[in-house]
């Protein structure tokens, strides 16, 4: 289970499925978004038969909850304050997030998705706890 609110407004509500966290960066395009969330759709993390990762978010039917956060692109290697000079730009940033959440939408029956630019809580029930990192090839 997973849901996103601003402002004690819910947005957005899954139960089995997946939260994905999108960083955008600079060089990201609407093609690294494409296979990413091929990826998402179709990456075998949810337990088969024999509670082996083995069945995709399409396979169970769940649910996609899509959050915007831009400070997973932060570079944390110096200092003690993070940089966010990876970060695309809030007009790129807003433009591929928006495109992705489209694509999702016509690829998968419920997606569900937080606000770009806004204070966001989120709120998560990690069954495992399983959590993945999924990066474009850029890095």
């Given at each position: 289970m997973a849901k996103v609110s601003v402002e004690?407004?819910?947005?957005?509500?899954?139960?089995?499925?997946?939260?994905?966290?999108?960083?955008?960066?600079?060089?990201?395009?609407?093609?690294d978004a494409d296979r990413l969330l091929q990826r998402l759709l179709n990456y075998r993390i949810f337990p088969d038969?024999?509670?082996?990762?083995?069945?995709?978010?399409?396979?169970?039917?769940g649910g996609l909850l899509l959050v915007p956060?831009?400070?997973?692109?932060?570079?944390?290697?110096?200092?003690?304050?993070?940089?966010?000079?990876?970060?695309?730009p809030p007009e790129q940033g807003r433009a591929l997030f928006d495109y992705f959440v489209g694509q999702a939408?016509?690829?998968h029956h419920h997606v569900?998705?937080?606000?770009?630019?806004?204070?966001?809580?989120?709120?998560?029930v990690n069954d495992g706890p399983v959590t993945f990192i999924l990066e474009t090839l850029h890095q």
């Amino acid at each position: 289970m997973a849901k996103v609110s601003v402002e004690n407004k819910e947005l957005g509500r899954i139960d089995r499925g997946i939260l994905a966290l999108l960083a955008i960066q600079h060089q990201d395009t609407e093609k690294d978004a494409d296979r990413l969330l091929q990826r998402l759709l179709n990456y075998r993390i949810f337990p088969d038969a024999e509670e082996r990762m083995n069945l995709s978010l399409q396979d169970i039917g769940g649910g996609l909850l899509l959050v915007p956060q831009f400070t997973l692109a932060a570079d944390t290697r110096k200092g003690k304050r993070p940089s966010f000079t990876r970060a695309a730009p809030p007009e790129q940033g807003r433009a591929l997030f928006d495109y992705f959440v489209g694509q999702a939408q016509a690829s998968h029956h419920h997606v569900a998705c937080g606000q770009f630019a806004a204070d966001m809580q989120v709120s998560l029930v990690n069954d495992g706890p399983v959590t993945f990192i999924l990066e474009t090839l850029h890095q």
